[in-house]
């Protein structure tokens, strides 16, 4: 049995590799390591649901509005 860290290393491995995002359904889920949302096009983590003191800043409209605009150009 693969250890964690192995596993996520071979699929990302194998990830890189893909040319076309149609070959992604084709890397078994087996391989799909489990720091990875549950299943491919499942965009949910499994971590912990709890948001921390900062995360639940960061999302609240009334922080947003003081935080400084950083263009990403």
Do not use: C
């Amino acid at each position: 049995d693969m250890s964690e860290e192995a596993k996520a290393e071979r699929w990302f491995r194998r990830v890189a590799e893909i040319k076309d995002i149609s070959e992604l359904s084709e890397i078994p889920d087996e391989d799909f390591p489990s720091i990875m949302p549950l299943r491919k096009g499942v965009n949910r983590f499994v971590v912990s649901k709890r948001k921390t003191p900062l995360e639940r800043r960061l999302t609240s409209q009334q922080y947003r509005r003081h935080l400084p605009v950083v263009p990403n150009d």
